[in-house]
């Protein structure tokens, strides 16, 4: 079954640094993977998704992911980042069910902006 | 705007007291689902429904029920055999792309269900 592992809990980086967070999956079929962003005590906002094509995805706010098929990873990053980027982001994978798909989420990784 | 309304925002329970949380879209969304976040453990699927009067349990539906009656509507329902109700809870919903298509959620704002 498709599962998710988001390697680090807590990322602080300082302003204008660069980030990368890190998102390996599991899945012996297909593979549609998602970004998401929660800032507090809100729903979630889709960053990003690859679907297909490119494996160089770019999403909203400066972030971009790479799809890595030989090592099953699908890594957000951003050259440089704000305070405002502050928040937790969620990486995800379709799992495909008997009546429809659903989303199967990482655990989260809080990034924490510094200045 | 098209979206998610969730409500109410945060709601306080006393153990043994059954509630329900509202989530009505105006997307024209097939698909709904309810998400349970706790911190640490990412969300966790409920229930989800793929159209009217029609819905399949998630991971972690022991203790929770839902409806879905209307095509923008599912409420769902928190039990008193829900042992650790406490939480974040989130509902979304999807274009329904086919069988092996892959859905794009939309999520509500959340609604934080604390039991006394």
């Known amino acids: 079954a498709q599962s998710v592992t988001q390697l680090d809990s807590q990322v602080p980086v300082f302003e204008e640094a660069p980030v990368e967070l890190r998102c390996n999956y599991s899945?012996?079929?297909?593979?549609?993977l998602f970004w998401y962003v929660q800032y507090p005590n809100q729903g979630l906002q889709l960053l990003l998704k690859y679907l297909s094509g490119s494996t160089l995805v770019k999403g909203i706010n400066g972030f971009e992911a790479e799809f890595n098929k030989s090592q099953t990873s699908f890594h957000l990053r951003k050259p440089s980042v704000h305070i405002s980027d502050t928040a937790e982001y969620f990486c995800a994978v379709i799992r495909e069910m008997e009546y429809g798909n659903k989303l199967v989420f990482g655990a989260g990784t809080i990034l924490r902006v510094k200045s | 705007d098209g979206g998610i309304t969730q409500s109410p925002k945060y709601l306080f329970r006393k153990e043994g007291q059954n509630v329900t949380l509202s989530c009505e879209q105006n997307?024209?969304?097939?698909?709904m689902y309810w998400y349970r976040q706790d911190p640490g453990q990412g969300l966790r699927l409920i229930y989800y429904s793929q159209i009217v009067n029609d819905f399949q349990k998630g991971d972690i539906a022991e203790g929770y029920s839902v409806s879905r009656e209307k095509k923008e509507s599912f409420p769902l329902t928190v039990t008193s055999a829900q042992k650790n109700p406490t939480a974040f809870y989130l509902c979304a919903s999807s274009i329904v792309l086919g069988a092996s298509g892959a859905n794009v959620l939309t999520f509500g704002a959340g609604s934080r269900l604390t039991v006394l």
């Open positions: 899945s012996s079929v297909s593979v549609y």
């Open positions: 997307l024209n969304h097939d698909a």
